[in-house]
């Protein structure tokens, strides 16, 4: 039931943005307000629970990624910086630039989750330094300038002043990274 609310909560953020209320959301699982709140205490809980939830399935996504014997290191580490489970593609992410705002125990656990989970990523750029297919770069830095970026995306409304959706922009600045640190 739990994961069928947030799959709701992500329609409706689809649909209004932050804005959607906890009646909206009972109303567009036709469930009563009372046992909505038995599932969740209240909208920031279900914001922390969505953002857990979010995170899990791109985690699972990379998996799938650095088990893929078809793949190169590069393919791996360009697929790994740009993953998003392909169910979440049709998120409307650009909304997410009030989050910081409106919501920041909400902000504060997609920070937590945009710093860790990297040590995947970082053994395969250690791993492309080794095969000779990266140059010898700055780990943490690339770290944090990929960082920053989504960061940034979180904070500004930069995506929608600049007509982007939040996958176009991510492909973008892993476009600009993989194709600093390739070698060629």
């Known amino acids: 039931m739990k994961e069928r609310v947030l799959q709701s909560c992500i329609e409706l ?34 914001f922390l629970e969505m953002v857990d939830y979010l995170f899990a399935s791109i985690q699972e ?4 990624v650095i088990n893929n014997p078809n793949l190169s290191t590069v393919e791996k580490i360009q697929l790994i910086l740009g993953v998003m489970p392909e169910s ?5 992410f650009r909304q997410l630039y009030s ?12 920070e937590k989750h945009l710093e860790n989970g990297w040590e995947d990523t970082i053994a ?3 791993q ?6 990266i140059r010898p770069v700055s780990i943490p830095l690339v ?8 960061e940034q995306f979180f904070q500004r409304d930069i995506l929608i002043q600049n007509g982007l959706s939040y996958q176009e922009a991510l492909n973008e600045v892993v476009k600009i990274i993989i194709d600093g640190i390739c070698m060629k």
């Open 13 to 46: 953020f689809n649909q209004k943005g932050l804005k959607f209320t906890m009646d909206d959301v009972a109303k567009h699982m036709g469930m009563s307000k009372k046992t909505l709140y038995t599932i969740f205490e209240d909208k920031q809980t279900l």
């Open 61 to 64: 996504s990379k998996k799938s």
């Open 88 to 92: 979440y593609k049709q998120i409307d």
């Open 99 to 110: 989050l910081k705002d409106k919501y920041p125990k909400t902000y504060k656990r997609v």
């Open 124 to 126: 395969l750029f250690e």
């Open 128 to 133: 492309g330094i080794k095969e000779g297919v």
């Open 143 to 150: 770290k944090m300038m990929l960082e920053a970026s989504l």
